[in-house]
């Protein structure tokens, strides 16, 4: 917590981050504050100004905006509380990168040319095409190893023009930046200019776990970390779907890929066979109709389990010259596909009103109109509709 006051307060707009409408607010500075301003590939802090939520904190020249939905007073002297949990994780994630990026340059030569501290995960960039498995191996023991000799982390302030700043790792200044240089170091592994958070010795990042990389822009390569908590919170996870999956599959862990394997073989066979039996099943069920001595002018035929071609044999089967057939698949309260076939003439009239009427899309060709439907249950409309115009044309269609 720290003391301050308010200096003034400005209504202004927020764009949420993840899109959406703006929400209005206000936009607020204060003499001085604990809460750091996004920057330098950090997001920025979280916290209270009294019992008024901070929503988002910016860097504008040397102040720090602060953005909240209620107005505060000017003058007024205020109680500044941080967000203790994610500062924490910024600064376990931030001083792991610093460590991360110093220790790939020394060892490999890769230089970090960007990073990112993601919600979930945090990302280096890394000027160089590829990194084996080896190396990414190799730079993890090395980080961990500096984490347990416990080596300090410090901040010192260097003047504009000092030039010891000249030695300092650094990828510039921005434009807009005023007052002292800020250096992070940690004791014999780097220097850095840096205005982001950190720890104040590498015992307090706990691990840091390289997750691997990923391709790049620019024929560079990202490699993905986690640090300290994060490791503990994505053990966890892992732990418990590793639960989930021992109870699901009645095996132990180091079978679960092989389980995994033969369902997905039982899967594909079942799919195969069931397959086989729609197209069976379609045959018959057209034999069937061919078979009656009095055969009707509209065929009709919902079932909740098929596809287009189910529907197609059925068609095939069944010979669209003198009959229309109105064919349907899917669940009765969710989305399906159908089927129109019959007469071209006829065809091309109705195919686009049964589609009306079932709140969906199609298309066709040469006597078949077919598509998807999102109102399967408006299907009774649709046979009222060709029953209509069969009963209003001759027996011949």
């Given at each position: 917590?720290?003391?301050?006051?308010?200096?003034?307060?400005?209504a202004a707009e927020l764009r949420p981050e993840g899109g959406g409408e703006p929400l209005r607010g206000f936009e607020v500075v204060l003499e001085d504050t604990i809460l750091f301003p996004e920057g330098g590939g950090q997001p920025d802090d979280r916290g209270l100004i009294g019992d008024v939520p901070v929503l988002r904190v910016t860097r504008r020249g040397s102040e720090a905006v602060h953005f909240v939905e209620a107005p505060l007073e000017p003058g007024a002297e205020v109680l500044l509380s941080l967000d203790w949990d994610r500062r924490f994780d910024h600064m376990q994630q931030h001083s792991g990168q610093h460590l991360i990026t110093?220790?790939?340059?020394?060892?490999?030569?890769?230089?970090?040319?960007?990073?990112?501290?993601?919600?979930?995960?945090?990302?280096?960039?890394?000027?160089?095409?590829?990194?084996?498995?080896?190396?990414?191996?190799?730079?993890?023991?090395?980080?961990?190893?500096?984490?347990?000799?416990?080596?300090?982390?410090?901040?010192?302030?260097?003047?504009?023009?000092?030039?010891?700043?000249?030695?300092?790792?650094?990828?510039?200044?921005?434009?807009?930046?005023?007052?002292?240089?800020?250096?992070?170091?940690?004791?014999?592994?780097?220097?850095?200019?840096?205005?982001?958070?950190?720890?104040?010795?590498?015992?307090?990042?706990?691990?840091?776990?390289?997750?691997?990389?990923?391709?790049?822009?620019?024929?560079?390569?990202?490699?993905?970390?986690?640090?300290?908590?994060?490791?503990?919170?994505?053990?966890?996870?892992?732990?418990?779907?590793?639960?989930?999956?021992?109870?699901?599959?009645?095996?132990?862990?180091?079978?679960?890929?092989?389980?995994?394997?033969?369902?997905?073989?039982?899967?594909?066979?079942?799919?195969?066979?069931?397959?086989?039996?729609?197209?069976?099943?379609?045959?018959?069920?057209?034999?069937?109709?061919?078979?009656?001595?009095?055969?009707?002018?509209?065929?009709?035929?919902?079932?909740?389990?098929?596809?287009?071609?189910?529907?197609?044999?059925?068609?095939?089967?069944?010979?669209?010259?003198?009959?229309?057939?109105?064919?349907?698949?899917?669940?009765?309260?969710?989305?399906?596909?159908?089927?129109?076939?019959?007469?071209?003439?006829?065809?091309?009239?109705?195919?686009?009103?049964?589609?009306?009427?079932?709140?969906?899309?199609?298309?066709?060709?040469?006597?078949?109109?077919?598509?998807?439907?999102?109102?399967?249950?408006?299907?009774?409309?649709?046979?009222?509709?060709?029953?209509?115009?069969?009963?209003?044309?001759?027996?011949?269609?």
């Amino acid at each position: 917590q720290f003391a301050t006051r308010v200096v003034s307060c400005q209504a202004a707009e927020l764009r949420p981050e993840g899109g959406g409408e703006p929400l209005r607010g206000f936009e607020v500075v204060l003499e001085d504050t604990i809460l750091f301003p996004e920057g330098g590939g950090q997001p920025d802090d979280r916290g209270l100004i009294g019992d008024v939520p901070v929503l988002r904190v910016t860097r504008r020249g040397s102040e720090a905006v602060h953005f909240v939905e209620a107005p505060l007073e000017p003058g007024a002297e205020v109680l500044l509380s941080l967000d203790w949990d994610r500062r924490f994780d910024h600064m376990q994630q931030h001083s792991g990168q610093h460590l991360i990026t110093a220790i790939a340059e020394q060892m490999f030569g890769f230089k970090t040319t960007s990073w990112e501290l993601g919600r979930q995960r945090s990302v280096i960039e890394l000027d160089t095409p590829s990194m084996t498995t080896e190396q990414i191996e190799t730079l993890e023991r090395s980080v961990n190893k500096k984490i347990r000799e416990r080596v300090p982390v410090t901040v010192r302030e260097l003047a504009a023009d000092d030039p010891e700043i000249e030695t300092v790792r650094s990828r510039g200044l921005p434009d807009d930046h005023v007052g002292p240089v800020r250096v992070v170091d940690i004791t014999g592994v780097d220097s850095n200019m840096c205005c982001g958070t950190h720890v104040s010795n590498l015992s307090d990042l706990q691990v840091i776990k390289l997750l691997g990389t990923e391709k790049a822009k620019r024929n560079k390569t990202n490699l993905v970390f986690l640090a300290g908590n994060r490791v503990l919170k994505s053990l966890e996870q892992s732990h418990s779907i590793e639960k989930a999956l021992t109870s699901l599959l009645k095996t132990g862990p180091g079978e679960h890929a092989e389980a995994v394997k033969k369902l997905q073989s039982s899967v594909k066979l079942l799919q195969k066979n069931n397959l086989n039996l729609l197209r069976d099943l379609a045959v018959l069920i057209a034999r069937d109709f061919k078979s009656k001595a009095a055969q009707s002018q509209l065929f009709v035929l919902h079932r909740k389990e098929g596809d287009s071609e189910f529907m197609n044999i059925i068609a095939n089967e069944v010979g669209t010259e003198e009959t229309l057939l109105f064919l349907t698949v899917g669940d009765e309260k969710e989305a399906g596909l159908f089927l129109l076939a019959g007469p071209v003439e006829a065809v091309e009239n109705l195919g686009p009103r049964v589609a009306e009427l079932l709140g969906g899309k199609g298309a066709g060709k040469r006597g078949r109109f077919q598509g998807k439907a999102t109102k399967m249950s408006h299907r009774g409309e649709a046979q009222a509709l060709l029953q209509e115009f069969i009963s209003q044309r001759s027996p011949e269609m």
